[in-house]
Structures are given as structure tokens and as C-alpha cells.
């Protein structure tokens, strides 16, 4: 599975913004699939992520609230709508795709990575 993130920008606190992940292949409903994120210094760590046929979502308890995860497994994308965004929030997303169908939150169970895509929250 290839992965291309992408929808990523500049944007001040309280803002919008919605990434998201196009993947190649006819498998993509056979994967759970996640958001993470890393900020400069910091480790990467899970965002959202959701099962197969998108029925199944959990959170990082940062974004709760703020932040959904959802797919489309006609246009083999998962998308990541982000609200009241937050300097804090600034940091490469990622998407990546696992075996894990009901959709894994540790990067160890990741298989698949996209390039990633920047996002900027100024204050």
C-alpha cells in the first residue's frame, strides 16, 4: 500500500484545517488505518485512528473533541478533519495503514507510512 498525505498548511489558532491520505491498491478497506504526528524535538505519536469500515475510531486524548478521523473506502481515503486548532497541534502528520483492522493506536503496529504533510498553527 502506498500512501500520499496531503492538505496541510498554514493556519491560525482556531482555525481548520482537513488532511487527507490517498492509497494506492484495490486493498485499502482490508487495513486499519491512522493519524500521527511530530513535532520538532518530540517523538511521533498516535492521533487518531479508525477501523476498516470506519465504524470503529479511538483518539489521543490531545485532539478528543477537536479532531476526526474518518475514510472512504469508495476513493480509498481517510481524511483528518482538525478544529479549534492550536499551536500545540503544529507538527508533520503522518498517515499510515495497518494490518490491525479495527485500527491500532502504537506506531509498532503500522505497516505502511505516508511522507507526511506539514501543519502550522500560529498563535
Known amino acids: 500500500v502506498q500512501l500520499q498525505a496531503s492538505g496541510g498548511g498554514l493556519v491560525q489558532a482556531g482555525g481548520s484545517l482537513r488532511l487527507s491520505c490517498a492509497a494506492s491498491?484495490?486493498?485499502?478497506?482490508?487495513?486499519?488505518m491512522g493519524w500521527f504526528r511530530q513535532a520538532p524535538g518530540k517523538e511521533r505519536e498516535f492521533v487518531a485512528g479508525?477501523?476498516?469500515?470506519?465504524?470503529?475510531?479511538k483518539y489521543a486524548d490531545s485532539p478528543k473533541g477537536r479532531f476526526t478521523i474518518s475514510r472512504d473506502n469508495a476513493k480509498n481515503t481517510v481524511y483528518l478533519q482538525m478544529n479549534s486548532l492550536k499551536p500545540e497541534d503544529t507538527a508533520v502528520y503522518y498517515c499510515?495503514?495497518?494490518?490491525?483492522?479495527?485500527?491500532?493506536?502504537?506506531?509498532?503496529?503500522?505497516?505502511?507510512w505516508g511522507q507526511g504533510t506539514q501543519v502550522t498553527v500560529s498563535s
Open positions: 499510515a495503514a495497518s494490518r490491525n483492522l479495527f485500527g491500532a493506536s502504537t506506531a509498532e503496529e503500522y505497516d505502511y
Open positions: 491498491g484495490r486493498t485499502f478497506s482490508s487495513y486499519g
Open positions: 479508525i477501523g476498516w469500515r470506519g465504524g470503529v475510531t
